[in-house]
């Protein structure tokens, strides 16, 4: 210190030193509030942070055919006796609606409860089944071209239908209207039965 207090006299009289250490112990200080200031509001931030995690976050869905009583109490709703009972009665259970069978679970509140399990049974493996059969279908209705509204570079990529076929598709819409049915597609020349057998499976009328 003393070595840089003699530096410094080369240059600045004692008067200018002690505006400098002034200065620097100022902006110390500026630095030391700043740092607090910052690390007050990622507290805050982080605060905020936790609190929108919590809201957001995904409730857990248990297997009532196997879930322990400590997970099952971590259902709202559901305490210590009510989950010993739940775990006395399960091996019955053919269904998730079987939960009504346990003493105080009645249509109301398993109605509250049932989003935290996972549904099984015959009925559910029904509605399983029902609903990819729809996907299915709704996947394959989404692959099929339609003949009344697809461009001539839709209709080429149906088998069958090379770029005149198609040509002679759109001027059939242009002067007749929509097709009623594919089977309509007959009208169009070069369009025989064979090759509408072919087309059949690609297209829709709509």
Not at 10 to 34: H, P, Y
Not at 74 to 80: L, N, R
Request: one cysteine or more.
């Amino acid at each position: 210190m003393k070595r840089f207090n003699l530096f410094l006299s080369g240059f600045l009289t004692q008067s200018q030193q002690k505006v400098l250490l002034f200065l620097l112990i100022f902006f110390a200080f500026g630095k030391f509030l700043d740092l607090v200031s910052y690390q007050g509001n990622n507290s805050v931030q982080e605060q905020k942070r936790r609190e929108e995690a919590l809201k957001t976050d995904v409730k857990a869905v248990w297997d009532v055919r196997t879930a322990g009583v400590q997970e099952l109490k971590m259902v709202p709703g559901i305490g210590e006796k009510t989950a010993a009972k739940i775990v006395e009665l399960r091996s019955e259970f053919v269904c998730l609606e079987d939960l009504q069978m346990v003493s105080g679970i009645g249509p109301v509140k398993f109605a509250k409860l049932k989003e935290y399990f996972l549904p099984f049974g015959v009925e559910h493996q029904k509605k399983v089944k029902q609903e990819k059969k729809a996907e299915l279908e709704y996947d394959k209705q989404a692959e099929l071209v339609d003949v009344n509204t697809a461009s001539i570079d839709e209709l080429t990529s149906v088998k069958g239908i090379g770029r005149v076929t198609a040509q002679k598709i759109v001027d059939y819409r242009a002067k007749n209207g929509k097709f009623n049915t594919a089977d309509d597609l007959l009208k169009i020349k070069g369009v025989g039965q064979k090759k509408l057998e072919v087309i059949l499976p690609q297209v829709l009328v709509k």
